[in-house]
């Protein structure tokens, strides 16, 4: 099993749009372990919990570019960073997701 942490971000402070930014102490947590088959995703918004869910797809890009196909994936996301804040919720799934595949 591999377990990554990624924190919460903010590149929107004030005067410094887009150029200065700040990483809090909210994570989102991602455990992925190799599975014989299937797809099984514990944790997150219910909503998330299929394939097109944004860890799942960029652990996919991931393994396409060094050409490995997983049999099954089992995801456990514990997400502390609030979806829609504008702290990097999406971002932390993307990273998440490319640092497990890795």
């Not at 971000?9 to 599975?35: C, H, K, Q, R, W």
């Not at 860890?55 to 979806?83: N, Q």
């Amino acid at each position: 099993m591999v377990s990554i942490k990624v924190p919460a971000t903010s590149a929107n402070m004030g005067p410094g749009f887009d150029n200065l930014g700040i990483a809090l102490t909210l994570y989102n947590t991602f455990e992925v372990e190799e599975t014989e088959d299937g797809l099984v995703i514990e944790g997150g918004p219910p909503e998330f919990r299929n394939s097109d869910n944004l860890v799942y797809r960029s652990m996919l890009r991931c393994f396409e570019k060094v050409g490995y196909t997983p049999k099954g994936l089992h995801l456990k996301i514990k997400a502390d960073i609030p979806v829609c804040s504008g702290l990097g919720s999406s971002s932390s799934c993307v990273i998440g997701g490319i640092m497990a595949a890795n």
